[in-house]
Every structure is written in structure tokens, then in C-alpha cells.
């Protein structure tokens, strides 16, 4: 089995299992854990954060910071595909009572500069009011430049808005900018992080832990965070055993996911090369580049069931989605590349894609 449906399936390492086992522990709630203490001041200091809060997921940990950063009837500017507004189940609007303003991305990712600013609401009781602008670095795979993120940060601060990173992907962003411009990830990291107040890191996808998310910022934003943490039912007792696993994963799975985004190149160049070859696919798919550890083909919608039962029957797993394209509905397969993701795992999907 070669399970590409996304970075969130991978499990805990020996290494980490052990780590797990071995951690003293405390009652979180109390503030009385120690490793969860020292997962959360080994993260900050990574990012350049003051504190940090571990909470069980990251859809957790962007409502803790939507919900820490904006009042009932307060805005947030978002994207119309990132996590925050169309993958969390509308948590900001439901529970927070926060009006979320989707805005649409650029080829690369990015929202507009010029259209976050004309989102930007005039301080008038007909409107919500703006308070904070959200991003998601990586998105769908993609790295928002550094230039994008400062240019960003400096719109917010100019308008005097809040700014919050959904990083659920963010040491991927990092590693990708350490290949691309040379640099360590971690100084990376700290670097597409620094002026912003707020940003959650996950744990459980290409870090490799079995669950849990991060939330970093100011001292006085976390404790306020800390208080709708428990609000939303996250906050846990014997946590160490969590944090343990985030522990060992910023410590040794950071650097190695390098190993991840070069099986994933490896598995868009193949694709690449079987839709140029398969004559049943010539035309009718096309394979996308790949920055990071995701991976997008997209294929017509009438080849597509065949195609996706033929992956299940070779054992392969990926997931898909609809997509409305140049006036032609198209069905886009995702392939995540991750820790469990072997170069063997990549050269036998290829293989299968060619048999099809």
C-alpha cells in the first residue's frame, strides 16, 4: 500500500514512540506538564515567538487565534480556498461569530494586495469591522515569497490590522525557501514568522507526530488564547505524551523533510512523462509542478472514476476534488509526498499511472 492522500496519515517513528514513552508528565491545565512546557519554549524560541499553546489540532489552533484576535462582528480577511475559511467548517463564522471576507488567490497563491486593501471595511456601523488579515503559507503546495509576506505584514500594520499565519504546512515553506535561496529551514521558518503576531505550526503532518498543533505570539496574546483554548474543550491533562512526539519532531524530522519535497518533484516529473506517453491520457490530463510535497493532476472527468479505481486496485491511495477549469470540469488528484513516503512508494505509483 502507498498512501499519498496527504501527510496527516504518517506514523510516529520508533524514535518518537520511545520519546513518547520516556516523557515525565504533568497536568497540563495547571500549567504543571513539563514536556508540554518545553515544547512550547523550544517552538517559540525556533520561531521568534514569545510563547506558544499546544492544542490538539490545527483547525484548533487557527480558531484559537481567530477567536484571541477578533470580537463578535469583527472581520478577517481570508482566502477563498485556505484552510481557515473553506476546510474548517466555518468555525470562525459558528462559533466565533466572526465575519470571515474570502477573497480570491493569484496563480501563485497569494491574494492581491490591491484587493486586500479594497476588503479593507470603513470604520461605519453598516460594517463588520476588519480586524485581522489571515494567510496559509504553504498553500495548496505553494510558498508565498518573503517579499509577498513583508509586503503583507506592512499593509496590516499601516491599516492597523492584525496579521495570523495558518504554518500547518510552514516548516514545508521553510525547507523549500532553504533549497531555493540556500539558508538553514529553521532561520527560514523564523524569517516568513517575524513581524507577524500570530501563526500555528502542525504537528501531525509533515512533521510526522501523531497529533497536535501549535499556536505561538506574544506572551499576552497566549494567555488570552489559553483561556478559549479551554472555552473550545482543548485543553488537555497528561499532554506530554503529545508533546513529546512535537519534541522529537522539531528536534530530527524538520531538515528531512527535504526528502519529501524531492520525491515529490520525482513523482511530478513521472507523471509528466506518463501523460505524454499514455496516449489514453495525451490531452486529457496534464501533471503540475511541484514546490513543496504536493502534487496535482488533473484529468478529465470522464476518465477519472477508471482512473481512480485503478489506483485503489494497485493499492495506491490519493484523494480528489472537482475542479472548474477553462470552461472544462476536471477532476484534480492530489498526491502528498511524506515521512512514509518512499522513493520506491514514487517510482511504483508511476509505474501504475503508465499501466493505466
Known amino acids: 500500500m502507498s498512501d499519498f492522500r496527504s501527510d496527516t496519515v504518517t506514523q510516529p517513528t520508533a524514535a518518537m514512540r520511545q520519546a513518547m514513552l520516556d516523557a ?11 514536556t508540554v512546557n518545553r515544547l512550547q519554549e523550544l517552538a517559540a524560541g525556533m520561531l521568534g515567538f514569545e510563547a506558544a499553546l499546544l492544542a490538539p489540532s490545527g483547525t484548533q489552533s487557527n480558531l484559537i487565534a481567530l477567536m484571541t484576535h477578533c470580537q463578535r462582528g469583527d472581520e478577517a480577511i481570508v482566502g477563498q480556498q485556505w484552510h481557515t475559511y473553506r476546510w474548517e467548517a466555518g468555525g470562525m463564522a459558528v462559533l466565533g461569530s466572526i465575519q470571515p471576507q474570502p477573497l ?19 470604520d461605519d456601523p453598516h460594517f463588520a469591522r476588519t480586524r485581522l488579515i489571515a494567510l496559509e503559507n504553504t498553500t495548496g503546495g505553494k510558498v508565498l515569497p518573503l517579499s509577498y509576506m513583508r509586503e503583507v505584514q506592512a499593509l496590516a500594520t499601516r491599516r492597523g490590522l492584525r496579521t495570523h499565519i495558518d504554518g500547518a504546512r510552514l516548516f514545508n515553506a521553510a525547507v523549500a525557501l532553504a533549497q531555493a535561496e ?21 504537528l501531525s503532518k509533515g512533521l510526522g507526530a501523531p497529533i497536535g498543533s501549535l499556536l505561538l505570539g506574544s506572551k499576552e496574546f497566549i494567555q488570552q488564547a489559553r483561556r478559549v483554548r479551554k472555552m473550545l474543550g482543548g485543553g488537555m491533562r497528561q499532554a506530554g505524551l503529545i508533546a513529546a512526539a512535537g519534541i522529537h519532531a522539531l528536534q530530527q524530522h524538520v531538515h528531512r523533510m527535504a526528502d519529501d519535497h ?19 491520457l495525451a490531452g486529457k490530463a496534464v501533471a503540475h509542478d511541484a514546490q513543496t510535497n504536493i502534487v496535482f493532476f488533473d484529468v478529465e472527468s470522464g476518465l477519472a472514476d477508471a482512473l481512480l479505481q485503478h489506483l485503489a486496485d494497485n493499492n495506491v491511495k490519493v484523494t480528489s476534488s472537482m475542479q472548474r477549469l477553462k470552461n472544462q470540469t476536471m477532476k484534480r488528484i492530489r498526491w502528498v509526498t511524506h515521512l512514509d513516503v ?14 493505466f
Do not use: W
Open 104 to 122: 480570491e488567490h493569484q496563480a501563485d497563491g497569494s491574494i492581491a494586495l490591491a484587493d486586500i486593501e479594497a476588503a479593507i471595511k470603513p
Open 262 to 280: 524531492v520525491n515529490a518533484r520525482t513523482l511530478a516529473d513521472g507523471l509528466s512523462r506518463v501523460v505524454q506517453s499514455n496516449a489514453r
Open 24 to 34: 515525565p508528565l504533568g497536568d497540563d491545565v495547571f500549567g504543571e506538564d513539563p
Open 342 to 355: 518512499t522513493n520506491g512508494d514514487v517510482e511504483r505509483a508511476i509505474q501504475v499511472m503508465a499501466a
Open 182 to 202: 540556500g539558508g538553514d529551514p529553521v532561520q527560514q521558518a523564523r524569517e516568513i514568522c517575524r513581524g507577524y503576531d500570530s501563526v500555528s505550526v502542525c
